[in-house]
């Protein structure tokens, strides 16, 4: 996941404004309980949705308290802690950046990432979790690198299957909703993917960079406006339609807590981001939060 799913900053009420920074700082210093302070360079949003989402399902009241943290030394923050998601949330952060250091290690051999790499290895169990992200994208760098023999959905079903996978494998029972959870993940982890494609597709043209986009439908050597004007209705129709999904998902699943918020991320969060990356955005900085 590469940080996409937030919520929408400008709708949110304040109390589900703290409540998404607590879980956030409560990612981060699980993280730093559970493997140290070093792998807390790798947090992301993505993974605190995934903490907010999981523990939505069950009605285990909030444990939070207030720390001094060393990046805001003048002020306290609110963090929720001994919650079970956040670990989960924590080790799927941690073992995702650790195979995506892998990949940028093969694609330029970056030295920033073996070091990351390095540091990150001790982390890493031999087990079926693992295994299956393992796999599953060393099959989509493989698909990746003969993109030309695929269409934009065979490759992007890799990463959507692997989100699916993550989010619903914290649930072990066969519940009801643990299937509505893999395709709220399928369906989420596919607009992660083309979003952060379409996000890159400039920068990956003006330095020659390996681009889904650039190589499943510029098969003329257009330039970027060109080649933006001829793709942008067609991947814009593709992730309304997967957060569309998403939100229609998320109504099916039996959520105790974080409603409101959960709905603000899925339905307005999502279309913010891509008003941000399509620069449709009215907001100056092109941040939400």
Not at 140 to 154: F, R
Not at 244 to 261: F, G
Request: aromatic content about 12%; charged content about 25%; glycine content about 4%.
């Amino acid at each position: 996941m590469f940080g996409y799913v937030l919520p929408c900053k400008m709708e949110l009420k304040v109390k589900d404004y703290e409540k998404f920074k607590a879980y956030y700082c409560g990612l981060c210093h699980t993280i730093k309980g559970e493997f140290g302070n070093i792998p807390r360079a790798a947090l992301n949003y993505d993974m605190a949705f995934l903490a907010i989402l999981l523990d939505s399902l069950n009605e285990n009241k909030l444990t939070a308290k207030k720390i001094t943290c060393a990046l805001h030394p003048l002020t306290k923050k609110l963090i929720i802690t001994d919650n079970e998601p956040l670990k989960y949330a924590a080790m799927c952060n941690i073992v995702l950046t650790y195979y995506k250091l892998i990949d940028n290690i093969n694609d330029d051999n970056n030295m920033k990432s073996k070091i990351a790499y390095i540091a990150l290895k001790k982390y890493i169990k031999d087990n079926t979790f693992n295994k299956y992200i393992s796999d599953s994208l060393n099959m989509l760098y493989n698909m990746e690198k003969a993109a030309y023999k695929y269409n934009i959905d065979e490759i992007s079903h890799v990463f959507a299957d692997l989100t699916g996978y993550i989010i619903s494998d914290y649930i072990k029972s066969e519940t009801d909703y643990k299937e509505t959870l893999y395709w709220l993940g399928y369906n989420l982890g596919k607009w992660i993917y083309i979003i952060d494609a379409w996000d890159d597709l400039e920068k990956d043209m003006k330095d020659n960079k390996f681009n889904l986009i650039n190589i499943l439908y510029n098969r003329n050597n257009l330039n970027y406006e060109q080649l933006k004007e001829k793709t942008e209705e067609n991947i814009d129709f593709l992730l309304t339609s997967c957060a569309a999904s998403c939100l229609e998902l998320l109504s099916k699943l039996p959520l105790k807590k974080n409603q409101e918020l959960l709905y603000n991320i899925l339905e307005l969060g999502l279309m913010e981001k891509m008003d941000i990356v399509f620069k449709r955005s009215e907001l100056v900085n092109g941040e939400s939060l």
